[in-house]
């Protein structure tokens, strides 16, 4: 089978390691990619927004699966853009319809409502509704929380603890602050409790469960300072047991199947529910339609079946007859960022250590902003590396991927020493 993936990070790093491994592969190639991808696959520049020229890549390379990484593309409507042209052409990644659950969350919250998905109280304004949102405001306990309806780059959520500040961010949202995502302003109430990542693979109608993760979304060591796009991930995590996590499958993950396979949704694909264990009963805060970012990164390695296969029986409709194979072991991702991150950073430089070799089979290098220089690789973003270990036990799992980072250099190095350590003694 000729597969494209598309998107260049960290989370398209480790599924092109994943899908290079399996007996069905013939080619990969990973569109664009990075100089990690470009190890184990063949890189494809392209613009991910031209779906045009996607098009025509996916014709002359003869593609038969494609697998679009980041949300982007799908929320502006690459799945249908691409089967309207080649209604055989797998695809997993959710048309426009289904791609609404993270691009707009007002849509994702109505839809919680719609299918009765335990979530916060919510209500939605728009631009004309100032008053009535501060109204809403006074009715609520703080920390409030202000979300942008659509898509801001994973910057569209703020908490704050006095209805003074969440009344001038509400101002400034509507006034375009997110641009257009900021049209309409979700204010729900504030969740207090554990979040957890839990993923699912579906084809619309039946679903495999695939390992859950913990995201370290702060920048600062004890979950302090700005939020990130996510500093490392941990799979599994002890409080999400199997009473836990049977409350989530019952509560969350069928209800979405069943309220996706109702609406008549075109979703075939990965749904990635964040959500909050209050008190050991699970509560969505949002969907996204496609794998999380580093999380990804710690599920694959995971994953001991073959998950090529199982994204060809979900494109194809029948992945009820697929067995998930889960490894007991303990996945560790750290993330190596760039100095300055998620504020302003530079870029360009070279990266040290990338091929320190400890003799140990268990760590993966997975890059996920960086670039090719030369004969050498540079940073090209602001999360720049992921350091994967797979080991017996989270203590083994985080030494040897602190151990390996150690190894590895750039100027501005950055990256959180306190992954996991919450976990330790649980
Ligand atoms: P999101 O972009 O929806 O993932 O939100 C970003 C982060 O804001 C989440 O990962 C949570 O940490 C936090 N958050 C979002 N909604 C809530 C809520 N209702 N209560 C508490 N925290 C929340
Ligand atoms: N790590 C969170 C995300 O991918 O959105």
Redesign the pocket.
Known sequence: MNVLLLGSGGRESALAWKIARSPLIDHLYCMPGNPGTAAIATNVDCTLSDFESIARHIYSLSIDLLIVGPENPLVGGITDFLHEKMPSLMIIGPGRDGARLEGS?DFAKAFMARHSIPT?AYNTFEVSQLEEAGAFLEQLKP?Y?L?ADGLAA?K??I?THSTEEARLELELMFGGKFGNAGAKVVI?????GI?LSVFVLTDGRDYLMLPHAK?Y?RIGEGDTGP?TGGMGSVSPVPFADDLFMSKVEERIVKPTIRGIAAEGMNYCGFIFI?L?NCGGDPYV??YNVRMGDPECESVVRRIDSDLLEHLKAAAKGTLSLEKIKVSPKIAVTVMAVSGGYPGSYGKGFPISGLDADFGEDDIVVFHAGTAASGSGVVTSGGRVLAVTSLADSLDEALQASYRHLSAISFEGITYRRDIGKDLLDF
């Open positions: 969350k916060a920390p929380v979300k994973g569209g959520v908490i729900e109430e504030y969740l207090s979040e995201d979304k939020n964040g909050m805060i949002e």
